[in-house]
């Protein structure tokens, strides 16, 4: 890597950083899909701005005039002004005046503050002067600038997402100018370097945003987004062999992302088509466009619903791509049998099941020497009626389908399911066989989510241009193959990925099985001691539920106070003492619980623990507490709204049991928590100020602690007997049918 991408590499990680940070402003006020469209309209707004500063700065360069400087009262001023307006709608699409850039406004809600002071948020809000007026009339100054315009579609209503009046914003008028002024001036620091012709910096930070809204907006994310390494494979496919492309076009383009990614792959694209049936993810993708340089001549995005309402039709693009809604429901009304998109297949696609409808229509769009890509759940495969009708003919009258292409389950955002490519040429250049790829066991497991490697992504894209054989990976299926399987497309009929299973040995297995015996007589002695001594029922047998359903009932016991130990004289220990969680611990911040496989131990800390909650905001949770002061086994708990792994180990109160707040953190019913407290996540003031009452002598904590302790040792080596009589009965099979 040269110099200068390691320069422009940072660069971008930097500006992702600072814009990341500004979306702190928002979150916790609101949901994900609301705060992106807040933090990117802002975004947009200030791109706009920049743009229009040096396009007019670069007219009036040869009056050695700043465009800021122009005095838009005066007769001269206004000359000026209408000039670049003019040329700035002809190139840019639209016109700013000076007063109404983003730096101005952001000026403007600093008051009386200086540009370059150090202001904190509090005084920024004491300070601050009422913008949103000003700032609301902007933003409608943008769009009516370009009525009767050649842009004027690419403008129209851009902004109608940016609810200045929303209460989401803050309950007062003031509260919201406060908010807002906030993320202008924090934003009017930050440089996106738009004199640098060689870089798209901002473009990058922007689709980088774009991907972290998504991973936090759960089944939404579909809607907007394709995981960057699926729209590579697809982005590599449609131009293989192709260094321009004269058209590329997404029948369901989301945000966009899928068709800027196509322009990575060539050094030109003539026009970029696409239509998107929401109204809000237009708007994004239209910014998307703008924001990465793609004038407002070279695309045409369009909102409806691509079934029902095609917007582009007679058109014919060199490459089409599209990651449609998997298995959505439309009319199949039965006009649409005349339809020219679908009147030829001879069935329209189930109306529960739309796959095949977008593929159809991607077909009648897709030009004699283009390519076409779809992502699309497995069961287009194999499914049939009116499905397998539409696959055959694809195959046997037409033979267009040239690969197909498994995916890992799990990859895409807000579904776990497997899903295939699948690639299709009208004109294909192997026209005796069909490539089958099975990418499924290639990618690396996140925490909740499979994404591919950069070296899977290679190897599937390097598979399908050499057309590649590889056991238990790819194959070429002859048409014939194909037709023997009645066009039953599922892969595994066509690349074998059985693996011979490991020899069990036996004797292995009932050594371990008798260990485990003994660790569960063990942990027997020790519960039915502490039975006794609470005069408790003793647990027998070995059902795991049951087992697990015993241990919470200990438990509510054990911190109702409805049971207690005794002192070893007799005695009763201590009153229980109420107690706030943040008196017991200190929360200190850290890395992820990935740094675990290193051997580090992070800890989160109240400072950045707000930012690093929210990021995980819509993620399973889990606890991490260290048993018996220890780590060596550390142990994830999983709670219905707790949303960070958290690491309990570091600085706890030394009148503490490390395992026994382990136990306390478990005991909380959150659930009830949170609904009590309206708290949506955990923060710095839940963790300070959930109240727990536990007894201050260490030698019932640890009473309680050995206890419930014990119980665990039975569950696990009850969990450990249940395992290995499935594997002895496994390898019993083996011996009798080899």
Known sequence: MTNGQNGQNGQKKKLETQLWNIADSLRGKMNADEFRDYCLGFIFYKYLSERQYLYANAILAEDGIDFLELDESSAEGQEYLEAIKEESIAQLGYFLKPSELFGA????????KAEEEEISDEELEASSIFILDDLTQVLNSIERSTMGKESEEDFDHLFEDLDLTSTKLGRTPKAKNALIAKILVHLNKIDFRLDDSESDVLGDAYEYLIGQFASGAGKKAGEFYTPQQVSKVLAKIVTTG?????????????????????????????DFYGQEMNRTTYNLARMNMILHGVHYRNFDLRQEDTLEHPQHEGMRFEAVVANPPFSSHWSANKLFESDDRFSQYGRLAPSSKADFAFVQHMLHHLDDSGTMAVVLPHGVLFRGAAEGHIRRYLIEERNWLDAVIGLPANIFYGTSIPTCILVLKKCREHPEDILFVDASAHFEKAKNQNFLRDEDVDKIVATYRDRLQEDKYSYCAPLSEVAENDFNLNIPRYVDTFEEEEEIDLQIVTQSLTQFQKNMESADREIRRFCDELDLPF??????????????????????????FKCDDGHPFPDWEKKKLGQLLTIRYGKDHKDLEDGNYPVLGTGGIMRYVNSYLYDKPSILIGRKGTIDKPQFVTYPFWTVDTLFYSEISPDLIPYFLFLVVQSINWQKYNEATGVPSLNTSSINNVKVIIPPDKKEQEKIADFLTAIDKKLEAVAKQINLTEQFKKGLLQKMFV
């Open 105 to 112: 406004l952001a000026k403007r809600a600093l008051g009386n």
């Open 539 to 564: 647990p027998n047998g070995c059902n795991l539920h049951l087992l697990q359903t015993y241990k919470r009932g200990v438990m509510q016991k054990l911190f109702s106070q409805q049971i207690r």
């Open 242 to 270: 192709k260094t321009r492309l004269k058209s590329v076009y997404d029948p369901t383009c989301g945000s966009g992302s899928l068709l800027l990614r196509v322009a990575r792959e060539v050094d030109e694209v003539g």
